[in-house]
């Protein structure tokens, strides 16, 4: 059945899921690999689908596939697709383009972390709500981690306590992530990284 989103909502949901799973090996993009019998983009998009703040939902799907997304989406929320590009960036560039008016609250979540729950998403809008420009959700780092030189010799062990490990959902007030999309300079791997490089906290 088909998920109605909650049209009074502040939220909406950006999901990049257009990379071409090369890390992962053969195969096809990452996002229409199957966990559990369903695509990984499937789960991510139930999961916001399920956040009662959400009010709108973009997926940047591999552009070959836009119309096979829209319709692998269509059965469980209404969704908007667009076509994603060749870095991670450009994708969520292309999604925050096609953002309908109203919500404040803009979530970057990517798709191949399909397991986050809509807690989590209640959780970070929330903090952005109370205030925060920017907002992300860490893990401690559990492993040892080695500083190593370009010989692979190791230099050092570095001192984890002060190390997190990034997740998504990422939250940001909308003003400050059209900004810092548009005036992104290189590429980075991540949405806060752009939000921090314009001095936000
Ligand atoms: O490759 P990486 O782990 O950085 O991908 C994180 C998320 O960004 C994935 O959901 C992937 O589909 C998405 N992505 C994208 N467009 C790209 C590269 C990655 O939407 N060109």
């Given at each position: 059945m088909t998920a109605q989103l909650n049209p009074r909502?502040?939220?909406?949901?950006?999901?990049?899921a257009a990379g071409a799973g090369v890390r992962l090996g053969g195969g096809?993009?990452?996002?229409?690999?199957?966990?559990?019998?369903?695509?990984?983009?499937?789960?991510?998009?139930?999961?916001?689908a399920a956040a009662p703040s959400v009010s709108a939902i973009v997926v940047a799907a591999p552009p070959s596939e836009v119309d096979a997304v829209r319709s692998l989406l269509a059965p469980?929320?209404?969704?908007i697709v667009v076509a994603g590009g060749a870095e991670r960036q450009e994708?969520?560039?292309a999604a925050l383009a096609a953002v309908p008016e109203g919500p404040d609250i803009i979530l970057v979540h990517?798709?191949?972390r399909a397991l986050a729950p809509p807690s989590l998403v209640e959780s970070v809008a929330a903090a952005v709500r109370a205030g925060s420009a920017a907002v992300i959700p860490v893990l401690p780092v559990?492993?040892?981690?080695?500083?190593?030189?370009a010989d692979e010799v190791v230099l050092g062990t570095v001192d984890r306590s002060a190390l997190r490990a990034v997740?998504?959902?990422?939250?940001?007030?909308?003003?400050?992530?059209?900004?810092?999309h548009a005036s992104a300079a290189d590429s980075l791997t991540d949405d806060a990284g752009l939000v921090e490089k314009q001095g936000y906290r």
């Open positions: 909502g502040d939220v909406a949901v950006l999901v990049p096809g993009p990452k996002a229409l690999r199957h966990l559990g019998g369903e695509p990984m983009l499937v789960h991510a998009v139930r999961r916001v469980l929320a209404p969704v994708s969520v560039a990517d798709a191949a559990v492993d040892t981690v080695k500083e190593v030189g997740q998504t959902p990422q939250g940001f007030r909308r003003s400050v992530l059209a900004a810092a």
